[in-house]
């Protein structure tokens, strides 16, 4: 079936470093990839999205692009502020007609000052 | 515009006992989908309506059920409530399926 593995959490940064998420996926034919961010206390909110091969979703700063040679969609940011601490999600969409996400584990983000 | 609300956001029932959730989309979305959120499943897919049908379905067992009304709201509803039901329940409204979806707050069910 399909299914959505992400790097274990949790991941704790300094403020302007680096940030790499790894996201890998397995699913038939071509799903749609999503990351999600969890905020405390919050649902979540999408953060961007590729729809197919080789396109980049990016917001706020953050980016992540589609391969499917490599089944992946990690999530980057070059430079991490102590706001974006809060829990992601990588999620894909398999079946067109129907709304249903299928997440990863999610990875917990702890950006210290 | 108003966001997806979820009611009520805590709610504390016994074993044995059944609760209903309710869901209201954001205006115009036609598309409702529920999620489970535990720490040791993560986020799990319940259902999906849509103009008042159930498009698709997960891998729950049939205690746990739901509607979609004409006005898009919806409400899931969990029969014979275990210990295991103690979740965060995400809801979600969409316009349609390949559309962005829009998450609620979330409504927190303990079993006691």
């Known amino acids: 079936g399909n299914s959505v593995t992400q790097m274990e959490g949790p991941v704790t940064l300094s403020e302007e470093a680096f940030l790499t998420i790894n996201c890998t996926y397995t699913a038939t034919g071509y799903p749609s990839l999503f990351w999600y961010v969890q905020y405390p206390g919050e649902g979540l909110q999408l953060l961007l999205k590729a729809t197919k091969a080789d396109d980049k979703g990016s917001n706020k700063g953050f980016e992540a692009t589609y391969r499917k040679e490599t089944t992946s969609f990690h999530l980057e940011k070059g430079s991490v502020q102590v706001s974006d601490s809060a829990v992601y999600f990588c999620a894909l969409q398999q079946i067109q007609g129907a709304q249903k996400l299928v997440f990863g584990q999610g990875t917990r983000l702890t950006i210290n000052p | 515009k108003a966001g997806v609300t979820q009611t009520p956001r805590y709610l504390i029932k016994t074993r044995g006992q059944q609760v209903t959730l309710s869901c209201s989309p954001i205006?115009?979305?036609?598309?409702v989908s529920w999620y489970q959120q535990t720490p040791g499943q993560g986020l799990q897919f319940l259902f999906e309506y849509f103009s008042e049908t159930q498009r698709n379905k997960g891998n729950f067992p049939g205690r746990f059920s739901g509607r979609q009304f004409s006005n898009s709201r919806s409400e899931m509803n969990v029969s014979t409530l275990e210990l295991g039901d103690s979740a965060l329940y995400l809801c979600?409204?969409?316009?349609?399926?390949?559309?962005?979806?829009?998450f609620g707050q979330g409504t927190r069910l303990t079993v006691v």
């Open positions: 205006s115009g979305h036609r598309s």
């Open positions: 979600a409204s969409s316009l349609d399926a390949n559309t962005e979806a829009f």
